[in-house]
């Protein structure tokens, strides 16, 4: 995914942090620091415009914390490099889908044989209705 983010070098103001990842690895988990927590703070982001900011807050406001952290985990992988890029690749991701601009809904007329077509069906299920009422004197 190229995206115009990633070319802004936010990398600088990401926050990675390894720690003991759960999951299969036998005692190879209990060694080695693999789970990788990403936290991007939106607010103190001296590459994002504010506008970006506001946005952001906005649009993701039920995944941040409390100060406005995007956070972060990733432990797929038994490699602490793999899960580091993933975790980066996801947090462009998040962020990429939140500045999409949002698609203006055009309205649509319906046409006449939508409309038409809607008025026969409900004709046939009230006649059908209809006769099951007659016979039930």
């Known amino acids: ?75 797929q992988s038994r490699s602490q490099i793999q899960n580091k890029l993933r975790a980066i690749e996801q947090l462009y991701t998040i962020l990429q889908n939140a500045l999409r601009p949002i698609k203006q809904r055009r309205k649509t007329k319906r046409t006449k044989s939508s409309i038409e077509k809607r008025l026969n069906t409900k004709k046939i299920q009230s006649l059908k209705k209809a006769s099951r009422r007659l016979k039930d004197f």
């Open 1 to 75: 995914m190229s995206s115009i983010l990633k070319h802004r070098g936010l990398e600088k103001e990401m926050e990675i942090v390894a720690s003991r990842s759960s999951g299969p690895g036998g005692q190879h988990v209990n060694k080695v620091n693999t789970k990788i927590t990403l936290r991007f703070n939106i607010t103190k982001s001296l590459l994002l415009t504010e506008a970006e900011k506001q946005t952001l807050l906005q649009r993701l406001k039920a995944q941040l914390s409390t100060q406005n952290e995007l956070i972060i985990n990733c432990q």
